[in-house]
């Protein structure tokens, strides 16, 4: 069965320094993966998405994660983190390659402190 | 171009209860997903529509129901509300629902059920 693991629940960093926020994914095939951000009383919103071409995938405001296969891992990235970067971060998985959005497991969640 | 909007943005309700949430999508999305998001459970995949049909469902309850209309916009409804439904209710919208398509979220209804 496919399923998604974020690592830490919570993770504390100071600004100017770099971020690190782990996900684990278990597919019998390779998925489709995305990084969600969630700001306090908003909704989501897609940073990233690796759908089978180049393994390290850039996204919005400096993030980016790189799919390791061998590994089973799909870890976002950001040389250095802004106070605006506090948030909750989320790592999906699609149930089956292609189809619909119906097919998406949420991890649990990651959330990012940036202290001054 | 506007984005996703949901009504009410809070709603207090008691056990027992109905409720019905309201989603308008960004104008030319054709697909509208409801998700559940609680502390416990996290973000959990409620139902899909695309052009008024529901094709996809999670494993929700029947109390939980949802119809689309011929303009996109979205409703779900709550029949019989329990203490566990309290929740943020997610929807978001996307072009055609496929699972490469960018979702868009709106900013949820926070239901509370005393």
């Known amino acids: 069965a496919q399923s998604v693991t974020q690592l830490d629940s919570h993770v504390s960093v100071s600004e100017g320094t770099p971020v690190l926020l782990r996900c684990n994914y278990s597919s019998s095939y390779s998925p489709s993966l995305f990084w969600y951000v969630q700001h306090p009383n908003k909704g989501l919103q897609l940073l990233l998405k690796?759908?089978?071409?180049?393994?390290l995938v850039k996204g919005i405001n400096g993030f980016e994660a790189e799919f390791k296969k061998s590994e089973t891992s799909f870890h976002l990235t950001k040389p250095s983190a802004h106070m605006s970067d506090a948030a909750e971060y989320f790592c999906v998985v699609s149930l089956r390659r292609g189809g619909s959005q119906g097919n998406l497991i949420f991890g649990k969640g990651t959330k990012l402190s940036v202290k001054p | 171009k506007a984005g996703v909007t949901q009504t009410p943005r809070y709603l207090i309700k008691t056990r027992g209860q109905q409720v019905t949430l309201s989603c308008s999508p960004i104008?030319?999305?054709?697909?509208v997903s409801w998700y559940q998001q609680t502390p416990g459970q996290g973000l959990q995949f409620l139902f899909e529509y695309f052009s008024e049909t529901q094709r996809n469902k999670g494993n929700f309850p029947g109390r939980f129901s949802g119809r689309q209309f011929s303009n996109s916009r979205s409703e779900m409804n709550v029949s019989t509300l329990e203490l566990g439904d309290s929740a943020l209710y997610l929807c978001a919208s996307s072009l055609a629902g496929q699972v490469y398509d960018t979702q868009y979220f709106g900013p949820g209804t926070r239901l509370t059920v005393l």
């Open positions: 690796y759908t089978s071409a180049a393994t």
């Open positions: 104008s030319g999305h054709r697909s």
